[in-house]
């Protein structure tokens, strides 16, 4: 909260001096509530237990919208960089600056393609679970008779370079298929790491009562 504060004050300071560039800190204060609301709603849904009665057959689980919202906020602040260069390099009649101009429009370029890509994989299915087994990505769909260990799982990285005790935390799906170890990260999918563990237990449980 402190953050978003200090991010909306900045906004309104720079936004006398030049409106284009305030826009930066107003994308970076919505960024920032994204976040708050984003970890409030995982924390308040952390350990709500899902019913196997209203479970479906099979559960579909895609990136946090909150997650893609946040990236598409990123580029755009990156694409109001870029024409905050082109605008400086109109204002001082300095379009002859080749490098300066290329690097600003390529800037731009690459930032909406990145856009677009983000706005296309919101609806890509990453992980799909069902009675019959587990499915990643496109790939084809791995029977639970050839799943073992599955679990969800956590990583802790530092830099080894750093002085602080900070240490970052990566959530991985993991599981064996035919003694071949699968992991694949869900710190950005719309899931917590407490219902994805209820999900497989349900789903493995049914194909057990089913064999």
């Known amino acids: 909260m402190i953050l978003e504060i200090i991010t909306l004050f900045t906004g309104f300071y720079f936004f006398k001096i030049s409106a284009l560039f305030s826009i930066i800190f107003f994308v970076a204060a919505i960024a920032i509530i994204i976040f708050i609301c984003k970890e409030y709603l995982s924390h308040k849904t952390l350990e709500i237990p899902i019913n196997e009665h209203t479970v479906p057959e099979e559960t579909q689980i895609k990136y946090s ?4 919202i946040i990236n598409i906020l990123i ?3 990156l694409i109001i960089i870029g ?6 390099l109109y204002y001082k009649k300095n379009f002859d600056n080749i490098f300066g101009t290329i690097f600003a ?5 690459f930032s909406c393609i990145m856009v677009i890509k983000d706005i296309r994989k919101i609806s890509d299915v990453i992980i799909s679970i ?5 499915r990643l990505n496109k790939n084809p769909r791995i029977k639970w008779s050839e799943i073992e260990q599955e679990k969800i799982i956590t990583k802790y990285f530092k830099n080894i370079d750093s002085r602080h005790q900070y240490r970052q935390e990566v959530n991985y799906l993991y599981f064996y298929h035919n003694n071949e170890k699968i992991e694949i990260g869900i710190d950005n999918l719309n899931i917590t790491n407490y219902n994805l563990s209820q999900y497989l237990k349900i789903y493995r449980q049914r194909y057990n009562n089913i064999k």
Not at 65 to 68: E, F, N, R
Not at 105 to 109: C, E, G, Q, R, S
Not at 130 to 134: A, H, K, P, Y
């Open 75 to 77: 580029y755009f602040i």
């Open 83 to 88: 024409i905050f260069m082109l605008s400086l």
């Open 130 to 134: 069902s009675n019959e087994g587990i």
């Open 65 to 68: 919208v909150a997650w893609k």
């Open 105 to 109: 429009l390529a800037f731009i370029t």
